[in-house]
């Protein structure tokens, strides 16, 4: 069993910033697919980022420039650092995981950017 816990929400004024963070443990595959994804109110999931186990990475256009996803394969860490905060950032932010068939998700971390 694969559990991922994020910490790092909260509540940040528009143009600051902001590190999540997530911890996977449980038997995890070493090649595979850490991603954050997110989920603001009355609006689909959203991809953010991803990066493979070999720290290539892939941002949604609206995130570009902005945030940076990173990894740490010896602790099963991923992070993503969030920059120039905008309030449309607002939401629930997931770490996922996947490798072959399987994809695990934290229980998300809530993301408030004021105006």
């Known amino acids: 069993q694969v559990q991922l816990v994020e910490s790092g929400g909260g509540l940040v004024q528009a143009g600051g910033s902001l590190r999540l963070s997530c911890v996977a443990s449980g038997s995890i595959y070493s090649n595979n697919l850490m991603a954050w994804y997110r989920q603001a109110p009355g609006k689909q999931h959203e991809l953010v980022a991803t990066i493979t186990s070999g720290g290539t990475t892939n941002y949604a256009d609206s995130v570009k420039g902005r945030f940076t996803i990173s990894r740490d394969n010896a602790k099963n860490t991923v992070d993503l650092q969030m920059n120039s905060l905008k309030p449309e950032d607002t939401a629930v932010y997931y770490c996922?995981?996947?490798?072959?068939?399987?994809?695990?998700w934290g229980q998300g971390t809530q993301v408030t950017v004021s105006s």
């Open positions: 996922n995981v996947r490798f072959g068939f399987a994809v695990y």
